[in-house]
């Protein structure tokens, strides 16, 4: 069974400029997560998708924002971005809520210049 | 908002040794979920504790929950090099809250050989 697939695996962006990350989930899982991590911060809860509705959404800006597809594959999408989005972009699928076991993929590696 | 708070943030220790983290939640949880994530990886999922004073072994990894669900535990007995990795907890809320999970900051362990 193929593991959860983030692309792009790194990306370098300048600040001001957007980005669109994209999660492909686990065959079968419909429930999608993402999550930042930063060395002084941890894991950050961004957002949770389930049938392409947003079910939960953390403490982040309005710049970041997300959506999902009907085939349960999501993307997130950062506009204007900042020094300080530079991070760990994860993204974690479970069958159908987070407060199972959730899968992550390796993470989208994102600097901003 | 729901809080969890995990100890230590660093511990190094020379192999053979006892290592524990500690996590605490400000609200009762319904499950709690202990990861690994490796360095330059990515979180993989290690257990899930759900009941009331619930003890699970995986080999020399032992995972507690406390009786209140509000704290748990992770202790691995002689430690290993293949051990070296930061530790995080997560918090499953109730129903409310099945559609995220609350990170700790996570133990990052690093071993003597």
């Known amino acids: 069974k193929a593991g959860v697939t983030q692309t792009p695996r790194y990306l370098i962006k300048t600040r001001g400029q957007q980005v669109t990350l994209s999660c492909s989930p686990i065959s079968g899982h419909r429930s999608v997560s993402w999550y930042q991590q930063t060395p002084g911060q941890g894991l950050q809860f961004l957002f949770e998708?389930?049938?392409?509705?947003?079910?939960n959404k953390g403490n982040f800006p309005g710049r970041f924002s997300g959506r999902q597809f009907s085939n349960s594959r999501s993307e997130m999408n950062v506009s204007t971005l900042e020094l300080g989005d530079s991070a760990l972009y994860l993204c974690?699928?479970?069958?159908?809520?987070?407060?199972?076991?959730?899968?992550f993929g390796q993470g989208t590696r994102l600097t901003v210049v | 908002g729901q809080q969890v708070m995990q100890i230590p943030q660093y511990q190094h220790v020379q192999e053979g040794e006892d290592f524990t983290t500690y996590c605490n939640s400000s609200?009762?949880?319904?499950?709690i979920q202990w990861y690994k994530q490796r360095p330059g990886g990515h979180p993989v999922f290690l257990i899930q504790?759900?009941?009331?004073?619930e003890v699970k072994k995986q080999k020399r990894l032992t995972f507690q929950f406390g009786e209140a669900k509000k704290n748990s535990s992770l202790h691995i007995t002689a430690t290993q090099t293949t051990d070296v990795g930061t530790y995080f907890c997560?918090?499953?809320?109730?129903?409310?809250?099945?559609?995220?999970?609350?990170f700790g900051q996570g133990t990052r362990l690093t071993i003597n050989p």
């Open positions: 997560a918090g499953g809320g109730g129903i409310q809250g099945a559609q995220k999970l609350v």
């Open positions: 504790l759900v009941k009331s004073g």
């Open positions: 998708y389930f049938s392409e509705t947003q079910r």
């Open positions: 609200t009762t949880l319904s499950n």
């Open positions: 974690a699928s479970s069958v159908f809520v987070p407060n199972t076991e959730a899968f």
